[in-house]
């Protein structure tokens, strides 16, 4: 079945400093990719999406390439913020199989921004 | 008005008893899912809804039921809570094909005693 699989958290990062979120995945078909960003006692917001390969999805400052020949998805943001402090998750959704129409998640993704 | 809004916010239970989870959309979604949150496990899917006819169970149904009340509202039931089903709830909702984001709910933080 289809699996997302996330870099290992939690990051911490100083303000301004580059970062990247690794995220791979494996699916039966053409899967739309996605991140989500969950902020301290809310629920999952969309940051950004891709639905085919060599898109890229963009929000926020952040971005991601939807890189199909290496299954990947990565995050990255050029000047990190202490707002930027969250859970992110990837996700994809794809609809081939026993995954039609839903979304899988990976574990997320634990950033913490220092001033 | 939040699009996606769920009842209680915060919920303390005592083991065996019954409780339900209540979600309401005004985005004129057909589709709508629970998923229950756990540390360390990203969220885990236990039933979604394509349409009001039309229910399905999840990775993690055991222990839950729903119900498909109208387009606007879908909930969770505990038949009987244990405390392995503490954890947060989050409600969403999705246009369908073509359509694919997800639109979550503000949470549920239920605890099982």
């Known amino acids: 079945g289809d699996s997302v699989t996330q870099m290992e958290g939690p990051v911490t990062l100083s303000e301004e400093a580059f970062l990247t979120i690794n995220c791979t995945y494996t699916a039966t078909g053409y899967p739309s990719l996605f991140w989500y960003v969950q902020y301290p006692g809310e629920g999952l917001q969309l940051l950004l999406k891709a639905t085919k390969a060599d898109d890229k999805g963009s929000n926020k400052g952040f971005e991601a390439t939807y890189r199909k020949e290496t299954t990947s998805f990565h995050l990255e943001k050029g000047s990190v913020q202490v707002s930027d402090s969250a859970v992110y998750f990837c996700?994809?959704?794809?609809?081939?199989?026993?995954?039609?129409?839903?979304?899988?998640f990976g574990q997320g993704t634990i950033l913490t921004v220092h001033p | 008005d939040a699009d996606v809004t769920q009842t209680p916010r915060n919920r303390i239970t005592k083991t065996g008893k019954r409780i339900m989870l209540e979600c309401s959309q005004t985005?004129?979604?057909?589709?709508m899912y629970w998923y229950r949150q756990d540390p360390g496990l990203g969220l885990r899917l236990i039933y979604y809804?394509?349409?009001?006819?039309?229910?399905n169970k999840g990775e993690i149904s055991d222990g839950y039921s729903v119900s498909r009340q109208a387009q606007a509202k879908f909930s969770l039931s505990l038949e009987s809570a244990i405390p392995n089903q503490t954890a947060l709830y989050f409600c969403a909702t999705s246009g369908g094909q073509g359509q694919d984001e997800q639109y979550f709910g503000p949470g549920t933080r239920l605890t099982v005693t």
């Open positions: 985005k004129g979604h057909d589709r």
């Open positions: 809804s394509f349409d009001v006819k039309d229910i």
């Open positions: 996700a994809l959704s794809d609809y081939s199989g026993t995954s039609y129409g839903k979304l899988t």
